[in-house]
């Protein structure tokens, strides 16, 4: 992944930080980001598969700080955020993907809880950090998904969390905008990562996470409120939210169906 993808503002980012960034998406931007000059901060739950995407950064010239933080600890992410230092970039990446009934709250706390917990700490840094020449004091992605546009019956958890990323985030990106803070919500449809390994029905659109990660660094360099690919899932999600819950529903029944 060469540095020339990046776009122009990523080549002026000195410092990010990144949570669930020993996988998939988030181990993609770290290796994306990683150069002489850059200092990474990075999360995550497995501290071997961590410390293996580290010493690839390592590789790469970055200077890295690794550290195994649970996202759902608001004190512990206020903590590791406060003591980062000035942070140019800072993506809330962390999520899970798993059933209905008794999974519910553990993905609430993941994938909306682990947000807050790292976009609200990282926008009181960077709103005492200085702006730069276009104003901007800091950008701040979370990891959304194409799911928080329609709600799916097998994933109403997951979807549900992901339209409150979605929405908190383009809400209040106006108002972050005037303080000199870039929020960016990025919603992807399927990438390969551990995530989607075991998923057992069509996943159209599927791409690697490297190609992924291409894509949201210039979106968030664009100062993009939403990033939203590929486009035509995107557009199809949007859609099918339009349809009456049942026959929603049914076409899900019908997909998982032939899809097993």
């Not at 949570?19 to 150069?35: C, D, E, K, N, P």
């Not at 000059?37 to 790469?60: I, M, P, Q, Y």
């Amino acid at each position: 992944m060469r540095g020339s993808n990046l776009g122009p503002t990523m080549h002026n980012v000195r410092s990010a930080l990144i949570t669930g960034a020993s996988s998939g998406i988030g181990h993609a931007l770290a290796v994306a980001l990683a150069r002489p000059a850059v200092a990474l901060h990075l999360s995550g739950r497995d501290t071997t598969r961590l410390e293996a995407v580290a010493e690839t950064c390592r590789t790469r010239g970055a200077t890295v700080h690794p550290a195994v933080v649970d996202v759902r600890d608001a004190d512990a992410m206020a903590a590791w955020i406060g003591n980062a230092g000035t942070l140019d970039l800072v993506v809330a990446n962390a999520g899970v993907s798993a059933g209905t009934g008794e999974q519910t709250r553990g993905i609430f706390a993941t994938n909306l809880d682990g947000v807050l917990n790292t976009v609200l700490p990282a926008m009181t840094v960077m709103a005492d950090q200085p702006a730069d020449a276009g104003g901007v004091r800091g950008r701040i992605a979370a990891i959304a998904s194409i799911a928080a546009f329609a709600p799916v019956p097998h994933a109403p958890a997951y979807c549900a969390s992901k339209a409150a990323v979605d929405f908190w985030m383009v809400a209040g990106a106006a108002d972050a905008r005037r303080r000199g803070i870039v929020l960016t919500s990025v919603c992807p449809g399927y990438v390969r990562s551990g995530m989607t390994t075991h998923n057992d029905f069509p996943m159209p659109g599927l791409m690697d996470a490297d190609s992924a990660a291409r894509i949201i660094l210039r979106g968030v360099a664009a100062g993009r409120t939403r990033v939203v690919f590929p486009w035509w899932i995107g557009f199809a999600a949007r859609a099918s939210g339009l349809l009456p819950p049942r026959l929603l529903a049914a076409l899900v029944a019908m997909q998982r169906g032939k899809a097993s």
